[in-house]
Antibody, heavy 122, light 107 residues
């Protein structure tokens, strides 16, 4: 079935780095733009980053620009989020999500993973 | 950045009754508006896209309306499984933004 499974979360000190992964299955991964969305504990949803279906176009929320890098490996059906210079305010559950309309980055998200928790604390 | 404002923050409704949730955009998003349902411990689930189109698997009791800056999600007859948090999202302009959510609770 169509599925996204995140991994790589954990507890990290401020200023350190972490890389999240999102493994896709059940659909043609290289046809869809992919996003990262995060949710701080007890809070709402915040869009983080997007990558086009072919990996050639990327965009970021201002809150993570210059610190986070989104990438993908279409041969492995996997999405990544490299997070550097982590701050306490980056503590959140990180979801990967598929853009519903193939080959467009603008859109709603029809498939979500279960999330991976990142805790930034000294 | 487009700010999405949802109201009310919490809505208390009895099972079987109708619930109406609102979402306002700080500038026009045309019909590029989606609604999501999130239950505790679960990922968000797409309910409505294009302001009024039900997503695959979304119950017929859910309907969306609106255009521009004012949007509404209506649940015609509340079932126990409908009590959750609901978010609106605009995707007309970068960055994509979400509302702060409306918590729908049992009265």
């Amino acid at each position: 079935q169509v599925q996204l499974v995140e991994s790589g979360g954990g507890v990290v000190q401020p200023g350190r780095s972490l890389r999240l992964s999102c493994a896709a299955s059940g659909f043609t991964f290289n046809s869809y733009a992919m996003h990262w969305v995060r949710q701080a504990p007890g809070k709402g949803l915040e869009w983080v980053a997007v990558i086009s279906y072919d990996g050639n176009n990327k965009d970021y929320a201002d809150s993570v620009k210059g610190r986070f890098t989104i990438s993908r490996d279409n041969s492995m059906d996997t999405l990544y989020l490299q997070m550097n210079s982590l701050r306490t305010e980056d503590t959140a559950l990180y979801y990967c999500a598929r853009c519903r309309i193939a080959a467009t980055a603008y859109g709603d998200f029809d498939i979500w993973g279960q999330g991976t928790l990142v805790t930034v604390s000294s | 950045e487009i700010v999405m404002t949802q109201s009310p923050a919490t809505l208390s409704v009895s099972p079987g009754e109708r619930a109406t949730l609102s979402c306002r955009a700080s500038q026009s998003v045309s019909s590029k508006l989606a609604w999501y349902q999130q239950k505790p411990g679960q990922a968000p689930r797409l309910l409505i896209y294009g302001a009024s189109t039900r997503a695959t698997g979304s119950p017929a009791s859910f309907s969306g309306s609106g255009f521009g800056t004012e949007f509404t999600l209506t649940i015609s007859s509340l079932q126990s499984e409908d009590f959750a948090v609901y978010y609106c999202q605009q995707y007309n302009n970068w960055p994509i933004t979400f509302g702060q959510g409306t918590r729908l609770e049992i009265k």
